[in-house]
């Protein structure tokens, strides 16, 4: 069982930066694919940016490239997303989940759907202003 809780979010004017975390419980964390996913009012629940169990891969949305960058630590049990150049369109819940490892399951297909994730958190709230 793991348990996630997203801080980080909040206000930002367009063009500026915020730092979200997710902390985990348990003693397993870095046995665990780790994705953020975001919601915005009246859509669907997408995939932002997912990192492998070591960190050595990441993987992210067309429409975040180059703007946002995902991260963990496996010693403080957390997982990272840098998001830099915001733009009003930003605006959602951000979720952090977490998958189990399963071996046949390898790349970007992974990570991008919700369905593969076993747990999530509570989220928080991102806007950004024009």
């Known amino acids: 069982q793991v348990q996630l809780v997203e801080s980080g979010g909040g206000l930002v004017q367009a063009g500026g930066s915020l730092r979200l975390s997710c902390a985990a419980s348990?003693?397993?964390?870095?046995?665990?694919?780790m994705g953020w996913f975001r919601q915005a009012p009246g859509k669907e629940r997408e995939f932002v940016a997912g990192?492998?169990?070591?960190?050595?891969?990441?993987y992210y949305a067309d429409s975040v490239k180059g703007r946002f960058t995902i991260s963990r630590d496996n010693v403080k049990n957390t997982v990272y997303l840098q998001m830099n150049s915001l733009k009003p369109e930003d605006t959602a819940v951000y979720y952090c989940?977490?998958?189990?490892?399963?071996?046949?399951?390898?790349?970007?297909?992974?990570?991008?759907?919700?369905?593969?994730?076993?747990?999530w958190g509570q989220g928080t709230q991102v806007t950004v202003s024009s």
């Open positions: 989940a977490a998958q189990m490892f399963r071996p046949n399951c390898s790349g970007y297909g992974c990570y991008d759907r919700n369905t593969r994730y076993d747990y």
């Open positions: 348990g003693r397993t964390f870095s046995s665990y694919r």
């Open positions: 990192i492998s169990r070591s960190g050595g891969r990441t």
